[in-house]
Every structure is written in C-alpha cells, then in structure tokens.
C-alpha cells in the first residue's frame, strides 16, 4: 500500500471550506489497498508555507505521493509551480504532458493551467488545479492503467519489473505485429497531422509561416482568479451561489446571488467585478435531500466590497484578433510552450510543408503550417560486419566478425531526434550492393546517411560509387579533425532535386561524434531551422582531468556537470575512435586545440575549454 499526502491551498481559511482534497482522498478510497491518504493538510497562498510541508514529507521519507490542489494558474495569489518547482530534483515533463493534454479535451482554459510534476528524494509530487472537475478529471488520468503505481514505485528504487510484465502480457500478438509494423513501413508522411502535446508530435517542427490569432483572446469577458462573479454595488453579506449546472451564463444573475467563476472561465451578463476565494465565508452547502448538488456550496459571506472590473479579463486583452503569436522560423519544441501558445489561439491543426519542392498546403484558422522533418536512409558497408538481429556472416571465412555498432547507435539518436528512418541494413564490399542500396535510399529518403567504406582501403567504395554510378559530386573527402578524419560530404541529382549523403568513418566513437557534428545540423537545415540556431549549444567547462593535444583538433568526449563553481568536465578515458564506451554517459565534446610548436604538451586540471553540449547536463553536488 503506497501512502498519499494532500497540500490544498484552494481554501485558506480552513479544511471546511476545501473541496478538492476531499475529492482526492475519495478517489483515492475508490482505489482500494493500492493507497492510502495518510496526510491531508490545507494551508495559505504562501510560498514559504507550502514549501515547509513538502520538506517536512519528503524528509521523513513515508510519504509515496504528495499531490497539491490549487493556485496553478494565472492569478495573482497562484504561486503553487513557483513554490513547488525549486524543490523538484528530476522533473517528470511526461506526466505534465499528459495532465494538459487530458486536460484540454475538457476546456481549452486548461492551456492556462502550469502544472508541476517530479520527484523530491524518493517522493513523487504532482500539482493539481484548485477546481473539484479539474480534479477529478487528473486523478483519473494519473491512476489510468497503473501510471502512478509504476512512476511511484521507480522513485522509491523499484525495479518496475512486474508493470512491465502485466503489459507484456497484454500485448501479446499485439506488440509483434506492431514491431513488424515499425520496421517495415518506411511511407512518405501525410500533409495533416494533428496537434498533440505528446513530444514526439510536433516536437521540434518550425514554423513555415507567421502564426497569428484568428479571435480575441479572451473572447469574453472573464475572471482571472478562483472566486465568484458578483455586481461592484454588492455590499458585504451573505449571498446565494449559482453554478452553471443551475444558472446559464446567458442569464442576469438575479440580487441577492452570485454566480461561481473558475480561473480562465466566462462572467454571467450582469456581473462586473470577481471577488477572491480567500476574501468569502462558507455558510452551508447543500445536502444529501439535493440530489447532484450534495455537498456543493449553498452560500457564502462576501467579508468585502470589490470596485468595478477587480479580477477581470476583458476580450483581447491577452491576445487581439491578428496578433503574431510565433514567427516564422521559431521552433515547436517538445517543453510545451510553444504547443500551449498554439493552443491558447486555437491552433489545433498542423500543415506540413515538404521542405524540398516548398508547397504550401491549404490551411485554415485551425491550422499552422510547419516545415516536414527530413527522412534519413541509414546503412552500414562493411563484410567484417554482422547485424545484431541476424547474426549472419558475410565475410566468407571462418572468422566470425564483429557487430554492427553505428547503425543502431545513429537510428536511436535520429528516431530520438523525431526523424523517421529507413533502415537499409548492412551492404557488402561489392559495387552492385552499393548501387542498390543507394538507389532505395534516394528514392525512399530525403538524406542518405553512411558509416563505413570512406578510408583509403580497396573495400572503401563509397565515393567512386557516388561518382561513377550516380553523377554524383564530393565536396569533401577528409576533415583535419580528432576522431572523424574520413567524413565525406557529396550530393547526389535525383529527379528535379539534388540529394545530400554523408558519409561517416566506421569506427563507432568516431561515428556518433561526427553525427552531433556534421549530421544533426543538416537535419535541423533541411528541416527549416534558422541557420543561426543548426549548431548544438556550446559552453565554456573547467576541465577535471589532463588532456594531451593532438596534431588536429580533437572533440574529446567528457561528462559535463553542474558544479559549485560552474560547469565542469571529466574524460570518459581512453579516445580510441574505435572505442565507443567513450560515449557512454558522455554529455559533452570537450574541443581541444591542435598541438603547436608553442604549445604546451597537454591542457592542466582547471583549464578552461569551450565544449559542444550533446546531452542533459546533471548537477555534480
């Protein structure tokens, strides 16, 4: 059994007047022996208050999952992402995803919502809106297939084993025919996908177009706070609540009543001003002879009086009708932003541009055009090679031969990326194998990538296949670097277009450093990226280990970490470019300067060097 503690700050003056930690704990009932809500405590809209409980949890160590309610908006008192996130050590941006995502099926005002999720030591903590629907529509997304079950028990140190079994056993046949699936159907993408907050939908598209809002945003008027919508002449005193389960908004909310307004949702005709939760009395609540409103609020005590448009967000006050949202040329990254401002103007709908012949496809109001992701053919060349899956020899001894390393590394980086892949498999040392599977990928892919076959030896084809074969032209053949030296870059005419391949060394360390080097820029080109933003990020890292300097510039694989002083960087070892254990873990392309004349043997513990960021820095302390 997994124990649960509650932090509501949707109601300051008491646990009576909070509704939404009530509505977690009876889910959390409905949920049997699986949890247990073993705290439930409401506090202020105060930053320093809500921090104090969570430590006070998380250090004790007996509480699986700390669920907040309230202040996730944008109203003035919602500071629950702002107290919660500095204490968040890993963030879990999946479960934000999804909590907007199931969110906005409900309500495009969920768009407003800054949800939190992570763990704390070995305690998972999500943030959850302060209104009972918002609720309860989270804690079934969240409980959903045993979600939090797994997250909860991974962060106390699990292994996940029997999760991962259950679905397995589910899958069955299913799971197969869905591998076959992802194998072998390499298809030229539709022009209309639609907008998701998943990352590996639109994640990392660029805008082709100016995005701009087709409506005022907001439309109507609206509140920007939890509370209820009432005429400025109201004076203090006690009031009827309407709700729009028993009054339309399209009504005059008559004297005496005021009608309850969440964050983000429209004023009945009539009201002129919201008044805070925190600034009404709970007087009672309906009862069990009510029927749907048990427990719902009857009345409150308005305890002041409000001027004329408190609270209030008038149409177009965020957003006017054709106002620039997104540029052309930004990019829809998977952290959310740029999803949630589409979103907030109505954009439901993307249009992909295919980036070679530039045809627009016809858009409307619900859709954005972007550019379309390149597709990436992938090969290996090489007898010495044998495929993981199908361990077959193509040397034509006894020897055996060794596995095939850079195409599995590079189609897990691209399919990471978002890049759809075809893979092309293994291609002997011979002339025709080579035309073959040139020819497939010219035809099935926009960018042909290579590994292997560029060296000096007699089995190194590539090149003259590219020139004989196909017209093609090679623009470089060698490169005065450390490792990477063969990498060759040539283009290849096909039908109206002109085709890019690139060709990195066999070795694997050499490979993967040459891909964030040569290839991830020229994807992000073809893809539409500005050409100021192509190259990987790069900072400046004090070095934790002696580097000896070679004849040409090397990229030396190190771990990058957030230290007490600054960034920081360690070797990964020995640089063999054959080595491809220097990458494991590496999260940096230390680059150091070629060997001089004047030059001292090696760079010293504590000197500085600018490296190329190729991963997620982690903090060292």
């Not at 079934?140 to 028990?153: F, K, M, R």
């Not at 055009?369 to 361990?391: C, F, H, M, W």
């Not at 089995?459 to 470089?476: A, S, Y």
């Amino acid at each position: 059994m997994r124990s649960i503690g509650v932090v509501s700050d949707t109601a300051s003056h008491g646990l009576a007047e909070d509704k939404s930690g009530p509505t977690i704990q009876e889910i959390v009932k409905g949920q049997g022996s699986k949890f247990v809500c073993s705290e439930y405590v409401c506090v202020p809209d105060e930053i320093s208050q809500i921090q104090s409980v969570v430590k006070r949890w998380t250090e004790q160590e007996n509480i699986d999952w700390i669920i907040t309610t309230g202040g996730t908006g944008f109203g003035v008192r919602d500071i629950t992402p702002e107290a919660i996130k500095p204490l968040v050590e890993r963030e879990a941006s999946g479960l934000v995803h999804l909590l907007l995502s199931a969110s906005l099926k409900h309500t495009p005002f969920a768009a407003l919502s800054r949800p939190i999720a992570g763990t704390i030591g070995k305690t998972l903590v999500v943030t959850l809106p302060g209104s009972v629907k918002a609720v309860k529509e989270n804690m079934e997304t969240l409980l959903n297939a045993g979600l939090v079950e797994h997250a909860v028990e991974l962060t106390r140190g699990g292994t996940g084993q029997q999760v991962h079994g259950e679905m397995a056993k589910d899958s069955g046949e299913k799971s197969r025919g869905l591998y076959h699936h992802h194998h072998h159907h390499h298809h030229t993408p539709q022009p209309r996908s639609t907008l998701s907050h998943d990352p590996s939908g639109p994640g990392n598209y660029v805008l082709a177009v100016d995005v701009s809002a087709s409506q005022d945003v907001p439309r109507v008027p609206s509140t920007n706070v939890d509370g209820y919508a009432v005429r400025a002449t109201d004076p203090p005193g006690v009031y009827k609540v309407l709700t729009s389960q028993i009054h339309s908004i399209s009504q005059t909310v008559p004297p005496g009543s005021v009608f309850r307004v969440n964050t983000g949702g429209p004023l009945p005709i009539g009201s002129d001003a919201v008044i805070m939760v925190e600034d009404t009395r709970l007087v009672s609540t309906y009862k069990d002879s009510d029927g749907d409103l048990e427990g719902e609020e009857k009345e409150i005590e308005i305890l002041i009086k409000v001027p004329e448009k408190e609270n209030i967000r008038f149409p177009g006050t965020d957003v006017r009708v054709g106002d620039i949202v997104l540029q052309k040329g930004d990019i829809i990254t998977s952290g959310g932003g740029e999803v949630g401002t589409l979103a907030f103007v109505g954009k439901k709908e993307v249009s992909v541009r295919n980036y070679i012949r530039s045809i627009r496809t016809i858009f409307d109001a619900l859709q954005v055009e972007v550019y379309r992701k390149p597709i990436v053919a992938l090969l290996s060349t090489g007898n010495e090679l044998i495929d993981l899956q199908n361990p077959v020899s193509h040397s034509g001894n006894d020897w055996g031969g060794i596995y095939d390393t850079n195409r599995p590394s590079l189609h897990a980086a691209l399919e990471g990326m978002g890049y759809q892949v075809v893979d092309l498999g293994i291609v002997s040392d011979d002339v025709e194998s080579h035309v073959a599977a040139i020819r497939r990928g010219l035809q099935s892919a926009d960018i042909l990538l290579t590994t292997g076959g560029t060296s000096m030896g007699p089995t190194d084809l590539l090149k003259p296949v590219i020139e004989r074969h196909f017209n093609g032209t090679i623009h470089f053949g060698r490169v005065s670097m450390k490792p990477g030296k063969p990498t060759t870059f040539a283009t290849i005419p096909y039908e109206n277009s002109v085709k890019p391949v690139f060709a990195l060394p066999g070795n694997p360390a050499s490979a993967l450093v040459t891909f964030y080097l040569f290839i991830v820029p020229a994807l992000r080109l073809l893809g539409g990226w500005r050409k100021s933003q192509v190259q990987l990020p790069r900072v400046r890292v004090t070095l934790q280990s002696e580097i000896y300097l070679d004849p040409r510039t090397e990229f030396h694989r190190v771990i990058v970490s957030q230290g007490p002083n600054g960034l920081v960087a360690t070797s990964t070892g020995g640089q063999r470019s054959s080595r491809v254990a220097s990458l494991s873990g590496a999260n940096g392309l230390a680059i150091v300067p070629p060997k001089t004349e004047s030059s001292p043997l090696k760079l010293e513990v504590g000197s500085e060097v600018e490296t190329v960021i190729i991963g997620e820095i982690q903090k060292l302390y």
